[in-house]
Structures are given as structure tokens and as C-alpha cells.
């Protein structure tokens, strides 16, 4: 299969050092089939928000990934011969009760966090922060995006709770599990975009990128 050459990336790649400040292997797996050209940064943001201090699960989201972005953007602005343009994303699910749900902190707490998803529907959040800066202009420009999706679970049985969490993928993920992998097998249902999910909103994303480009800013 060709790869996928689109003029816009192609120029932005060209133009713009470009980062991910996420060492995410998924968002990585995903951002690389569009062909662009960029770097891993992955910032240092402790990732510690009060998340009682927020009105929504979708404001804690895209304020983490706009934190994520500039901690990266401070530390490279000043250190590229071309514009930046800096990629910052988080991820979190959300249960039907309203709590978000992140990485779980041991295998008990993403056998927790399983139970209490399965046979209801979870909401999962992504939010999205661009930041381009170095630019003639020498202006900064951030631009923010939350992309949303509904998964609903199948019940869950005691054998493959423990079979899952023995697998040792919930280890890492939002909300202790992956559609994309051995979840698929109980995740009924999805409304929404599935590589939301996955960690990192594709079509969002070339939206903002075609945005941005048609106002002039890349």
C-alpha cells in the first residue's frame, strides 16, 4: 500500500519543526500513518490537576493537554531554525457516575475500575492543543479541540476480568482498558470516533491542521 502524501503535511513537515510532547506508543502508531514529519518530546507536566476544581470532565482534559503542549513549547522555542508547531494530548475516561478515570495505579485498582464499567456506557475525552510559535509574524497561536465518544460495555465475567488484567494492558490506559486490543471482546458498542479512543482524535486533528492553514497560521 502507498503511503498517504498530502500537499498540506507535506509543507507543514517541510516548514515546521513539529512535535509530539507525548511518548505515547499509540498516539505515535497513529500520528506516523499521516506522514508527517515531527519529533517525540514528551513532556514533563506531573499531570496533578485538582480535578474537583473543573466543571467538566472535557475543561480537566483540554487543560491538561494545553499545559502538556506548552511545557514543551517553553522548552524547545528557542532552540529550532524554523517554527514550532508543538502537538499536546490527553486522554481520560469517564464513568457513568461522572468520575474521571485515568491510568490505573496497580493491577487491584484496574480490576476496580473494570467492575465498575462493566455493563454500562463510559464517556471517553481527548482533548487537543496546537501550539505554533517562531513564525515571522511572531505571534503564538494555540488552538484547542475535545473530541468525545460513548463505549459501552458488555457484562463482564469474573474469567475475563482477571484473564484481562493478567494480560497486563490495562496497566497504561485511561479507564484500564484498549478497545483497539483484547477489550474488543467486551466493548460492545462505540458512538463517536473510534481512534478517540485509542488516544488521539485522526480526523479531528487533519481538521485543525486544514484550519489552521486556511486562516494563514501554517
Do not use: W
Not at 502508531?29 to 514529519?37: A, F, I, K, P, Q
Not at 489552521?212 to 497560521?217: E, K, P, S, Y
Amino acid at each position: 500500500m502507498n503511503p498517504l502524501v498530502v500537499p498540506l503535511i507535506e509543507s507543514i513537515g517541510r516548514n515546521f519543526r513539529v512535535v509530539l510532547a507525548s511518548g505515547s506508543p499509540r498516539r505515535k502508531e497513529l500520528l506516523d500513518r499521516l506522514n508527517l514529519s515531527y519529533e517525540v518530546i514528551p513532556s514533563n507536566f506531573a499531570e496533578d490537576l485538582d480535578k474537583s476544581k473543573f466543571a467538566s470532565a472535557a475543561d480537566y482534559v483540554i487543560s491538561n493537554a494545553v499545559i502538556k503542549a506548552q511545557e514543551v513549547y517553553q522548552r524547545i522555542k528557542d532552540q529550532s531554525d524554523k517554527p514550532v508547531l508543538v502537538i499536546g494530548a490527553d486522554t481520560v475516561v469517564v464513568s457513568s457516575s461522572g468520575a474521571i478515570l485515568e491510568k490505573p495505579a496497580s493491577p487491584e485498582d484496574a480490576a476496580e475500575t473494570l467492575k465498575s464499567l462493566s455493563g454500562k456506557s463510559n464517556m471517553v475525552y481527548t482533548g487537543v492543543c496546537l501550539i505554533i510559535g517562531g513564525t515571522e509574524a511572531g505571534k503564538v497561536t494555540i488552538e484547542k479541540a475535545i473530541e468525545s465518544t460513548e463505549v459501552t460495555f458488555d457484562e463482564l465475567d469474573d474469567d475475563m476480568l482477571e484473564a484481562y488484567v493478567a494480560t497486563g494492558e490495562p496497566t497504561d490506559k485511561a479507564g484500564s482498558y484498549a478497545y483497539q486490543s483484547y477489550a474488543c471482546f467486551f466493548i460492545k458498542e462505540i458512538k463517536g470516533d473510534f481512534y478517540n479512543v485509542v488516544g488521539f482524535p485522526c480526523a479531528r486533528f487533519y481538521q485543525m491542521l486544514r484550519d489552521l492553514h486556511q486562516r494563514g497560521v501554517l
